[in-house]
């Protein structure tokens, strides 16, 4: 079972840029597919980006298209979000998340290991 840990979180202002990072230990990483959820207060938690275990496909959903950009790089087994023009409403707890052996959006979208989370506040 992999372990994860996010990092990169913190206070941006409204239009600003944010690198989330999410480092694994345990399990074999390249074999993982993963993905970025996030959690506003009072709602749901929503998924935002995913990238499945080849690293060839990546998911995004509407809102972040074209701002977001989701990356691994196995060989230091991490993840990373680069999130730009970030807006206060994107104001969250973000998670990282994966799942063994996803190969597509709806897999990634259910995974079953899960990060502690880290929070982004985008002021404006």
């Known amino acids: 079972q992999v372990q994860l840990a996010e990092s990169g979180g913190g206070l941006v202002q409204a239009g600003g840029s944010l690198r989330l990072s999410c480092t694994a230990s345990g399990g074999t990483f390249s074999s993982y597919g993963l993905g970025w959820f996030r959690q506003a207060p009072g709602e749901e938690r929503e998924f935002v980006a995913g990238?499945?275990?080849?690293?060839?496909?990546?998911y995004y959903t509407d809102s972040v298209k074209g701002r977001f950009t989701i990356s691994r790089d196995n060989a230091k087994k991490t993840m990373y979000l680069q999130m730009n023009s970030l807006k206060p409403e994107e104001t969250a707890v973000y998670y990282c998340?994966?799942?063994?052996?996803?190969?597509?959006?709806?897999?990634?979208?259910?995974?079953?290991?899960w990060g502690q989370g880290t929070q982004v506040t985008v002021s404006s």
């Open positions: 998340a994966a799942r063994l052996w996803a190969s597509t959006a709806q897999a990634v979208k259910v995974p079953g290991s």
């Open positions: 990238i499945n275990w080849r690293g060839t496909s990546t």
